[in-house]
């Protein structure tokens, strides 16, 4: 790793508040979670403590009400909070874009009463969120899942298994999406899962390329019994609900690339800064500046698009399109600019002695997650042409 300290991104930021916020989030970033980064990721380490003092400091629900415990914050600056935990390590801001996932089902679709009683202890209670839809055979068709919830009273039996559910196994709470009628997106519903459920338990986490900290695991419901009052919007309207989830949560990835790709041209700019060959640092050659400066201008661009769609969901006006092109565009960038900062540092960056190379193993994750950047492209084509005539 170089000496050199990364330069604070300069934000365009809507009020004083918002600037202290992100002061307070670089501050915790460079003592609490930068530091023990690589040691912490190399030997799979959740950081509880971390999500513990960012639930404590208040920033595990700012986009969220005030008035059932969140922060008040507009997206555009909750993103780029995620952006600045991302650069200092993807599982920590991947991690709270997942949380804030987790709770909007409830937050949006919830009544006052569930809200009510539910909400203050997720925002900032201290519990940590999962988002269960994908299944082992329901991944990019997530309207064919197959985990079931049966009526019986005023409680619902749970059946069935979940797959790739980031802190599958140690969350408190998880947002579940469930069968209770037809085939199809309208036979799905959204329920409220406590993590200690009697018949929940998880799988042993899979064994990943990238983000070795953040545990992924299957979930299995066996006969899991779940309240009424725990289910989240109308029956039927769970697919609606999921959707609306993934809109938000394709732009929370997008800040998080764009976070990975940020610390990956630090490290690739400091490190050309201060290596020499030929009497020069390499900096002063041409086909690095080239690539130095390609890859700060996919970052610029990427920030620029997920801010754009974040400032559209702030004025309430429609933003799928806008979160899909983001999506795609911002973890694509993240992947290519990762990976020439990886070449930057040649053999080095081959090495584990530089944060490079995890960063090109964890930017992957990105284009898989929340949507792969082939149904993002889809999406984006069906706001363009219309459905395809099949």
Request: glycine letters at 12%; proline letters at 5%.
């Amino acid at each position: 790793m170089t000496d050199r300290a990364p330069q604070p991104v300069d934000r365009q930021l809507p009020t004083e508040e918002s600037r202290d916020l992100i002061a307070l989030v670089r501050e915790i970033a460079q003592r609490e979670i930068r530091p023990r980064a690589a040691e912490e990721e190399d030997a799979g380490r959740f950081p509880r403590e971390v999500f513990t003092l960012l639930s404590e400091s208040g920033l595990l629900g700012l986009p969220y009400p005030g008035e059932v415990g969140g922060g008040d914050q507009p997206y555009e600056v909750y993103l780029q909070v995620l952006e600045e935990l991302a650069a200092a390590r993807l599982t920590v801001g991947l991690g709270v874009s997942v949380h804030s996932l987790a709770c909007h089902g409830l937050a949006g679709y919830g009544t006052k009463e569930q809200q009510g009683e539910h909400l203050p202890a997720m925002l900032g209670g201290g519990l940590l969120g999962a988002y269960c839809l994908s299944e082992p055979a329901a991944g990019s068709d997530a309207a064919s899942l197959a985990t079931k919830a049966v009526r019986e009273g005023d409680n619902w039996i749970l059946t069935g298994t979940k797959a790739w559910i980031t802190h599958g196994g140690i969350a408190d709470f998880y947002t579940v999406l469930a069968r209770t009628g037809v085939p199809g997106p309208k036979g799905i519903t959204a329920f409220l899962v406590p993590g200690d459920a009697p018949g929940l338990t998880a799988a042993v986490p899979e064994k990943k390329m990238g983000m070795k900290g953040s545990p992924t695991a299957q979930l299995h419901f066996d006969g899991v019994r779940v309240s009424d009052a725990r289910r989240i919007g109308e029956e039927g309207q769970g697919f609606s609900i999921a959707l609306a989830a993934l809109d938000a949560g394709r732009l929370g990835i997008a800040a998080c690339a764009i976070g990975v790709a940020q610390a990956a041209l630090d490290e690739a700019l400091a490190y050309a800064l201060d290596r020499k060959q030929f009497g020069h640092p390499i900096a002063d050659f041409q086909g690095l500046r080239f690539m130095l400066a390609d890859m700060a201008t996919k970052i610029e661009a990427g920030r620029a698009l997920y801010l754009a769609a974040a400032r559209l969901r702030d004025a309430g006006k429609p933003f799928s399109r806008q979160a899909a092109m983001a999506k795609l565009f911002c973890t694509d960038a993240a992947m290519a600019v990762t990976t020439d900062a990886v070449q930057v540092l040649g053999g080095y960056g081959y090495t584990a002695d530089f944060p490079v190379e995890r960063l090109m193993r964890e930017a992957k994750v990105l284009q898989i997650v929340e949507g792969t950047n082939q149904i993002q492209r889809m999406v984006i084509a069906r706001h363009l042409a219309g459905p395809e005539s099949r």
